[in-house]
């Protein structure tokens, strides 16, 4: 019964992180950072860490909804620790740009 209740999440989440990649790509549809941003967080919050990257990422730009640098940054953080690269590259990056932004002060 538990693992039935897991699976079904797991599909849920997938589900909902390819229909918010749907509208972040425009594919199909006219592109929604709004809608992509929603679906996103539902999937992120049934603990799909790709989802978890994209919904930090918007929530660190400020796409789809309101910019919180810090809040988006640190769900991209839990991605990186959950393993993902994308999470990773990118946190790298940003660590290079504000070592970079820093050196010109």
Not at 15 to 26: H, I, P, S
Not at 30 to 51: E, G, N
């Amino acid at each position: 019964e538990k693992g039935s209740q897991a699976t079904k999440d797991m599909m849920d989440a997938d589900y909902y992180f390819r229909l918010g990649m749907t509208y972040k790509e425009g594919q199909g549809v006219d592109k929604d950072m709004k809608k992509a941003y929603t679906y996103f967080k539902q999937a992120a919050k049934k603990d799909h860490v790709q989802a978890m990257y994209e919904t930090g990422v918007c929530i660190a730009e400020g796409k789809g909804t309101y910019k919180n640098w810090e809040k988006g940054l640190a769900l991209v953080q839990q991605a990186a620790d959950a393993g993902n690269t994308d999470a990773t590259t990118y946190l790298a990056e940003k660590d290079q740009f504000w070592k970079k932004f820093k050196r010109m002060f």
